[in-house]
């Protein structure tokens, strides 16, 4: 009997043991999960203090795309920002079919639009939905250009991309400078896609975010999607806006909101290869400028949510960087040519008067060699916004 005993006693410890054991294993799964989780933690707030984000709390990698300000949700009457976080939700669920209660087709529209502008990181998204009728409630079907199995890995793959960019702005000194340096990486990486603007293209994603910064090809809309993405993600506020320029073609591009003040700003038409301009390369003409410097290349369209009234020039590029001049003279530009470190340099004038002294003065009457000697110069102007650039 004793024996016996024994033997179940040792069964017993043994049980214990493997239980032990188990649970020792369970716990070094867990500690393991935990230090990776916070390693990535302690990585994000790192990757932000080396880009000196300015906040006197590092938050989340992400959570900085949680406090910019969504214009167009900010527009709409409380029933339809109900109705925007359902449909919201149903989108970043991947819901096949999204349940809208009572909302009539009118507002899903309204809705669906905001959410569209409000959101840039929604690539998956084509544009469009069918809207569902039944006894019980209405319902939308969102179009997509991507199976919703594939969504996870196409954002790992954007997420990856947005991480690479943001790094690559951390020399930057301020703010300002890092949205200089985001707009410029989109001009130079970014091919607009001509074939996709004409309807015959293979790219998808023309007009998306993921488009523009993974696929580095695209069309106004998703080189306006990636700029305000990349924003978003450093907590700037930056909206996505549309109208129809002078030449009759749909067309999109971004305000920001920097200080107290609203800018627009066209990377798009800032792109050589877009525009067709006599640019050579990367311009900032579109870069922070006013409602009135917009149209005059386009009109606003009435469909848009949120309209900026966009009146300062204080974070205007050229007023900014003291390329801005209110008088013709050939010491101070000589003065921005010696400064300057590049082989090339733009600069604006305040009024078309002064604009079209400058231009006499610096080609007619070849003044322009007084300031840049013993080299071969080529320039361009913009008679709209009273610019020159100067290449040698």
Not at 7 to 28: H, P, Q, R, T, Y
Not at 309 to 315: F, G, M, N
Request: aromatic share 14%.
């Amino acid at each position: 009997m004793e024996d016996q005993c024994l033997d179940e006693s040792s069964g017993f410890m043994n049980d214990i043991e493997k239980i032990l054991i188990i649970a020792l294993l369970v716990l070094i799964v867990i500690m393991v999960w935990l230090c990776s989780k916070l390693y990535k933690k302690k990585k994000r707030k790192k990757l932000l203090l080396d880009l000196d984000m300015g906040f006197e709390e590092i938050p989340d990698y992400y959570d900085f795309e949680d406090k910019v300000i969504r214009f167009n949700y900010e527009q709409l009457d409380d029933r339809k920002k109900q109705v925007y976080d359902i449909m919201l939700e149903g989108i970043l669920k991947c819901e096949t079919i999204i349940d809208v209660g009572s909302c009539d087709q009118n507002t899903a529209d309204i809705v669906f639009r905001s959410i569209l502008s409000d959101h840039p990181e929604l690539f998956w998204l084509s544009g469009a939905y069918t809207f569902y009728t039944t006894d019980e409630s209405n319902k939308i079907k969102p179009v997509t250009l991507i199976k919703f199995h594939s969504v996870e890995r196409y954002k790992n793959k954007l997420n990856k991309t947005i991480d690479a960019i943001i790094v690559s702005t951390a020399m930057a000194e301020d703010t300002y400078e890092r949205i200089v340096m985001l707009h410029d990486y989109i001009v130079d990486h970014s091919k607009y896609d001509i074939k996709a603007k004409k309807k015959y293209s293979s790219n998808p994603f023309a007009s998306t975010s993921y488009g523009c910064l993974v696929e580095n090809a695209a069309i106004c809309s998703g080189y306006s999607k990636g700029f305000q993405l990349l924003l978003n993600r450093i907590g700037v506020s930056c909206g996505y806006i549309s109208g129809v320029c002078k030449d009759g073609e749909r067309h999109a591009w971004n305000y920001v909101q920097f200080g107290k003040d609203f800018y627009y700003v066209d990377v798009t038409f800032d792109d050589p290869l877009q525009n067709k301009s006599q640019y050579d390369n990367k311009s900032h003409r579109y870069f922070f400028v006013t409602t009135d410097d917009i149209l005059k290349s386009r009109e606003i369209s009435n469909d848009n949510g949120f309209v900026p009234k966009c009146r300062s020039i204080k974070y205007n590029y050229f007023v900014y960087t003291g390329r801005y001049f209110k008088r013709y003279s050939i010491e101070e530009l000589k003065h921005l040519i010696e400064v300057n470190k590049d082989n090339q340099i733009e600069f604006r004038f305040a009024a078309k008067e002064v604009y079209d002294e400058a231009v006499y003065g610096l080609f007619s009457n070849k003044e322009c060699y007084d300031i840049i000697r013993g080299r071969k110069i080529t320039y361009f102007k913009d008679d709209k916004f009273f610019v020159i650039k100067l290449c040698y």
